[in-house]
């Protein structure tokens, strides 16, 4: 009966490919995004109440678009793509 050994494969081939390693930076720029739509906002006088950090592009648009990169990220990592 042959024994099975847990020594890594030495074939050379990486875990991601570099399609899914493309997926992984347009998810990375996704995100980043996302993030920059969520920005901003502030009041010049903290005394001011500025009604802008309640609008649609905050409360909405923003975080499907960082949710949308992070489902870039899991296909990218999960994902099989052939080379």
């Known amino acids: 009966m042959a024994k099975k ?8 081939k990486m875990a991601v490919t570099a399609k899914g390693l493309r997926f992984m930076i347009a998810g990375l720029a996704v995100m980043a995004a996302g993030f920059l739509l969520l920005s901003g906002g502030g009041s010049e006088d903290p005394q001011v109440f500025n009604y802008a950090m309640f609008d649609f592009r905050r409360l909405v648009a923003a975080p499907i678009v960082i949710i949308a990169g992070i489902v870039l990220e899991v ?8 080379a």
């Open 5 to 12: 050994t847990d020594t890594p494969d030495k074939s050379g």
């Open 75 to 82: 296909v990218a990592i999960m994902g099989k793509f052939k």
